[in-house]
């Protein structure tokens, strides 16, 4: 099994800078794609970073240029770093593995960011 466990979220002003952990236990991590998603007050979970067993990285133009995905395997976590962080990226941030089976399974408590202007 799987379980999730998302830190380091807060309240930052517009253009602030903040890093997101995620432990992970119970699952295979360093075989595993990891991604973090965001679900903004009544708005659907969306992806705003992905991560392969390689270290490739994706991230949609929203975030793209300003947020960093990276991973540790030794300590079985994954690090999202957002920087010029502005109003609009105000959301719930979780990280999950990015695959169907483990999306529509498993979920964390998530971490709050919120950012002022």
């Known amino acids: 099994q799987v379980q999730l466990v998302e830190s380091g979220g807060g309240l930052v002003q517009a253009g602030g800078s903040l890093r997101l952990s995620c432990a992970a236990s119970?699952?295979?991590?360093?075989?595993?794609?990891m991604g973090w998603y965001r679900q903004p007050l009544g708005k659907q979970r969306e992806l705003v970073a992905r991560?392969?067993?390689?270290?490739?990285?994706n991230y949609p133009d929203s975030v793209k240029g300003r947020f960093t995905i990276s991973r540790d395997n030794a300590k079985n976590t994954v690090y999202l770093q957002m920087n010029s962080l502005q109003p609009e990226d105000t959301a719930v941030y979780y990280c999950?593995?990015?695959?169907?089976?483990?999306?529509?399974?498993?979920w964390g408590q998530g971490t709050q960011v919120t950012v002022s202007s």
């Open positions: 991560i392969t067993s390689g270290g490739s990285t």
């Open positions: 119970g699952s295979n991590f360093s075989r595993d794609a």
């Open positions: 999950n593995v990015p695959s169907s089976f483990y999306l529509r399974s498993y």
